[in-house]
Every structure is written in C-alpha cells, then in structure tokens.
C-alpha cells in the first residue's frame, strides 16, 4: 500500500509539473514596429484560447533566429522565408515556418532627391547588410532600371554581381535597423517598411520608389522543428490568421503592410 501511494504520489507530481510548464508564457521574438503592434493583438486573442505570451523585442535581424534555436524563444515573427531559408542553410539552424503573417513591400528613400532618375553620379546609397535583405534591394534597383546585376545571382546578389551601373551608384552595407537613421549622410536608401514605420516614415508619402507589391517575400511564423506539431502552435496560427488581426492590420497599416495570409 505504501509503494501504491508513493508511486501515486510521484504520478501527481509530474502531471503537476507538466501543468505548470504549460502555464510558462510562450515567448515570442518581434522586431520593434509592426511585427510588435501586431503581436499585441494577436496575444490578446490567443489569451482567449488559453495562451499566455510574452512578447520579447529585437533590434537586429540576426538575434531572433539565434535566440529561437538555443530554445530562450518559443517562435519568432519578424523575417520572410527567403531569409529563414538562407539561415537554416548557413547557420544549421533546426528552424521551421509554420504560417505567413505579413507582407512589407521595401521601400527607398531619400531626403536629397524626388526621384530615382535625379540620383547624381557617384550618388551613395544604402542598402542592408544581410544577404537576404541586400539581394532584394539589388532587384528592386534592377527592377527599377538604376543596376544590372548577374542573372546567376538571384535573392543573393551582392554589390559584386552588379555588371551594370550607369551611375556608378556607391553601395553602402548597413544594418536595415540603421538605414532610416542613416538618411541624412546618405543619397538614398532602401529601408525595410517595419523600420521606416518605426522611424515615422510613411511608405506611401514619403518613399521615392516600392517594390512590386507582387513579391515573394511574404513574411513568416517560425518555430524550432521539434515544436512544430505541438498543439499550442495551431492555437498560435488560429489567433494571427483570425479576421480580427487582418481587420487591424488594413486598419492600422494603411496598406503599408499587407496581410500575407
């Protein structure tokens, strides 16, 4: 009989145990801005659904996927798929998308020119320093008829597959949090549309150029892979993918960010 009770005993404390982890709020890695904004109403709703969160802001956009693989986050919210991608590739992450949030068509400014075309020779312009976020700008600049850059290249292409440059554009590598902050030493520069909010830029009055809004880097919710079937990421899924978040989002946003999902 005392075995019985001990060993019983044992079964609640670990059932217990279980309960209490699951009462740890998820923490969720978000850049400052959008993805934030955003998060606190999906919170909000996923509370209703049993879910505690707590959101945990980034600055970069290196630190939240480092943060999710050692296992201090639970999921991130900040990046598109062709960064994840790029990551997973590089970095050996373990790391899986699991919805679409959003889309931010990238925006390029100026605070010297109205337009493109009035770039000056030798005009230096800014661009972010990861590969992902680089290579993008380079098409929309190829896109918009300023660069040719190597076929081969695609979402990689560096400063160095540019084979055209009629106006000896001069690329300078920053960190896209740093861009908008940037614009006064700079000619132009193509800012990512969460930090251009952030930095009280309007993409809509004050970019010079967009990318197409026809772009495949729709932004994702990601998780580690062992997590991905675990019942509070559908839940997580349900409360980003509900009307009420797609109702903010063309409210908040003004169609500076758009629904991906």
């Avoid at 982890?21 to 709703?45: C, M, N, S, W, Y």
């Avoid at 959101?55 to 798929?81: K, T």
Wanted: aromatic content about 8%; glycine content about 6%; hydrophobic content about 40%.
């Amino acid at each position: 009989m005392q075995k019985r009770t001990f060993l019983s005993t044992i079964a609640f404390a670990l059932v217990a145990g279980t309960a209490l982890a699951q009462d740890k709020p998820l923490k969720i890695g978000v850049t400052a801005g959008p993805h934030a904004q955003i998060f606190e109403q999906v919170k909000r709703i996923a509370e209703k659904d049993g879910l505690k969160i707590q959101i945990v802001e980034f600055s970069d956009y290196i630190q939240p996927n480092a943060a999710l693989a050692a296992g201090d986050l639970d999921a991130n919210s900040y990046q598109h798929q062709p960064f994840l991608d790029l990551q997973v590739k590089d970095r050996g992450y373990k790391l899986v998308s699991v919805a679409q949030t959003v889309n931010y068509p990238i925006g390029l400014y100026s605070k010297k020119v109205k337009d493109l075309k009035d770039l000056k020779e030798g005009a230096r312009f800014g661009i972010p320093n990861d590969p992902t976020n680089g290579g993008r700008v380079l098409l929309v600049l190829q896109d918009k008829g300023l660069i040719k850059i190597k076929p081969s290249a695609g979402l990689k292409a560096t400063p160095l597959d540019v084979t055209e440059n009629p106006k000896k554009l001069k690329f300078v590598e920053l960190e896209a949090a740093q861009l908008a902050r940037s614009l006064d030493d700079l000619d132009a520069a193509a800012v990512n549309t969460n930090f251009a909010l952030s930095a009280g830029l309007n993409p809509g009055r004050d970019a010079i150029a967009q990318e197409s809004a026809k772009s495949p880097y729709v932004n994702v919710l990601v998780v580690r892979e062992q997590d991905k079937a675990q019942p509070w990421v559908a839940k997580l899924v349900k409360a980003y993918h509900s009307d009420e978040i797609r109702k903010f989002i063309q409210t908040e946003f003004k169609g500076a960010v758009l629904a991906g999902f």
